[in-house]
Each structure stands twice: as C-alpha cells, then as structure tokens.
T-cell receptor, first 106, second 114 residues
C-alpha cells in the first residue's frame, strides 16, 4: 500500500510562512495528494489537493516535486488558528498516519 | 447549511452493551465512511459505503457493524465484541466513487465504555 511520512511536529511563529513536508516515495501515477488538518476534538478538514502541478487556494499552497515523491504544504502567513495536526494522504489509500502537529507561537 | 451531523457528541456505555452512533449528511454524497481515532493517532477506516444497501469492511471492521438504508444515513453499531471500543469516531462523506474525491467529516462522537 502507498504510504506517506511526515515529521511528528513543527513550530512556527505567527505571521511567518510554514512549510510542511510529506514524503510519498511509492506514489503511483494516478494518486492524488490530499492534505487535511484537524483541530483538537474536531473532525479533519480538507485543505488542498493536487496531482502534478503546484496548486493554490484560499487556505494554502501545495508544491509537488517533479518526481512526485514528495510534496510541501505551504501556509503563507501562519495564524494561531492554524495550529492543528496536518495530514498528508494519497486519496486512493486514504490512510491517515499520525500527521504533523503544528504549533504556532505568538 | 450542507454538512455532516453526528450525534451524540459524547456517549457513555457500560461494557457488554451494543451502542449505535448516528451519521447523517445532506450533501447528496454517494460515499460514506466511518473512522476510528485513538489518542495521538491517525484515523483508521472501519467501514465505507458506496451506495445504498452496500458497504465494505475497512482495516478494523471486527466488532463493528453498519447499515446504509438511505443515502443520507450511515449508522455505526459498536458491538460488545469490540475489545477496546473507547475512542473518537468520525463519519465522513464524499462525492462520486469512494476514495476519489475529498472527504467531508462530521464533528465526531467520543465514546467511552467502562
């Protein structure tokens, strides 16, 4: 099964950019990369997804490596409300690992 | 507002009792899912359903049962056979074919069994 690996935790200062990495070295050609985030005691929330090209939406940007074996979720200006666990998954696999716990410092 | 509702938010049961968790969606989504989350862990798939009256086991289906009698509803029963039922349970739905589009999650039900 395809898998993703992410750092357990990251810290950022408020209003600074945050780059959250994800490795998916066994990705297949048709696997979409999805990112979700989960606030404490809430269900996960969809953030962004992509296949090959970099993607932008109102929440974040997704940069996908040319070989598609890694991707990076970019929060352009972190706010305290962005403190959450961020999950990178391959949509057909839909297996959530432990994700990356992002702490945002004021 | 469209979305997924789960009830109740907190549920307490005695060991040996079956308990049913509710999940309703008004997004007109075809696929629905149930996940379990333990403290500090990711989500694990229990069951999913692509269409009414059809559902498939996920990675940890033992001790759980589901039904899909209506498109909008996908209740999960935690049976007494589930050895460690205390967990946070999340329901989700998505458009189209299962595992093809982004999933929308409900607020979750936290089940405590003593």
């Amino acid at each position: 099964d395809a898998k993703t690996t992410q750092p357990n935790s990251m810290e950022s200062n408020e209003e600074e950019p945050v780059h959250l990495p994800c490795n998916h070295s066994t990705i297949s050609g048709t696997d979409y990369i999805h990112w979700y985030r989960q606030l404490p005691s809430q269900g996960p929330e969809y953030v962004i997804h992509g296949l090959t090209s970099n993607v932008n939406n109102r929440m974040a940007s997704l940069a996908i490596a040319e070989d598609r074996k890694s991707s990076t979720l970019i929060l352009h200006r972190a706010t305290l409300r962005d403190a959450a666990v961020y999950y990178c998954i391959l949509i057909r696999d839909m297996r959530f690992g432990a994700g990356t716990r992002l702490t945002v410092k004021p | 507002d469209g979305g997924i509702t789960q009830s109740p938010k907190y549920l307490f049961r005695k060991e040996g009792q079956n308990v049913t968790l509710s999940c309703e969606q008004n997004l007109n989504h075809d696929a629905m899912y149930w996940y379990r989350q333990d403290p500090g862990q990711g989500l694990r798939l229990i069951y999913y359903s692509q269409i009414v009256n059809d559902f498939q086991k996920g990675d940890i289906a033992e001790g759980y049962s589901v039904s899909r009698e209506k498109k909008e509803s996908f209740p999960l029963t935690v049976t007494s056979a589930q050895k460690n039922p205390t967990a946070f349970y999340l329901c989700a739905s998505s458009a189209g074919q299962a595992f093809s589009y982004e999933q929308y999650f409900g607020p979750g039900t936290r089940l405590t069994v003593t």
